[in-house]
């Protein structure tokens, strides 16, 4: 069974920087697509980030603006959203999400979900 770990969120003042990790286990992933998705309180989950675990190929929504990087290190089964100059609209529950096959920025088509790390930014 595929299982998704994040960790690295936390409260950090308004300018600051943030990298989360997505530890996965439990399967193949040279195939898989993995996405980071945030949910603020009251608002539907937004896609951040999302990319391929073998190959190229990323994707970025909206709110990044820019201020986002994912990366991945295939020896150590992790993916990577590093977000800089953190805004108070960023605060969230970051959540990454694996599925088989290409890049979508639904979360709907991902099959596998981490537990979320909670991100507070103050101003």
């Known amino acids: 069974q595929v299982q998704l770990v994040e960790s690295g969120g936390g409260l950090v003042q308004a300018g600051g920087s943030l990298r989360l990790s997505c530890v996965a286990a439990?399967?193949?992933?040279?195939?898989?697509?993995v996405g980071w998705f945030r949910q603020a309180p009251g608002k539907e989950r937004d896609v951040v980030a999302a990319?391929?675990?073998?190959?190229?190929?990323?994707y970025f929504g909206d709110s990044g603006e820019g201020r986002i990087t994912i990366s991945r290190d295939n020896a150590k089964n992790t993916v990577y959203l590093q977000i800089n100059s953190l805004k108070p609209e960023d605060t969230a529950v970051y959540y990454c999400?694996?599925?088989?096959?290409?890049?979508?920025?639904?979360?709907?088509?991902?099959?596998?979900w981490g537990q979320g790390t909670q991100v507070t930014v103050s101003s």
């Open positions: 999400a694996a599925r088989p096959g290409s890049i979508s920025r639904s979360g709907d088509d991902y099959n596998y």
């Open positions: 439990g399967g193949t992933f040279s195939s898989y697509a």
């Open positions: 990319i391929r675990w073998a190959g190229v190929g990323t």
